[in-house]
Nanobody, 116 residues
Framework: QVQLVESGGGLVQTGGSMNLSCVAS????????MGWHRQVPGQRRELVAE???????QYSDSVKGRFTISRDNTKNMLFLQMTDLRAEDTAVYSC??????????WGQGTQVTVSP
């Protein structure tokens, strides 16, 4: 069973920066899309950013220009650099790895809290 583990969450002040990382418990072949999602209690999980294996990023409008996604295909690792953080960025951030066909893996999430 493959597990994804996020790290780097915590408390930061408005306007601050934070970096998240995600690593798989073992190397998984065939991963296509890697992405970051976030969820606030009582709300639906939303896509923050994702990146194809070739390196093409996609961002939600709410984070465009502030967040940067990157990945290391050799190590099955995913990163998210977050800058100019706002209170509305407060959420549990989870990483997701999706294969070309079939399997998808999720991390348990890491809390990011942006204080006023």
């Amino acid at each position: 069973q493959v597990q994804l583990v996020e790290s780097g969450g915590g408390l930061v002040q408005t306007g601050g920066s934070m970096n998240l990382s995600c690593v798989a418990s073992r190397y998984v072949f065939g991963i296509n899309i890697m992405g970051w999602h976030r969820q606030v209690p009582g709300q639906r999980r939303e896509l923050v950013a994702e990146m194809s294996r070739e390196g093409t990023p996609q961002y939600s409008d709410s984070v465009k220009g502030r967040f940067t996604i990157s990945r290391d295909n050799t190590k099955n690792m995913l990163f998210l650099q977050m800058t100019d953080l706002r209170a509305e960025d407060t959420a549990v951030y989870s990483c997701n790895f999706r294969k070309w066909v079939g399997e998808s893996y999720w991390g348990q999430g890491t809390q990011v809290t942006v204080s006023p």
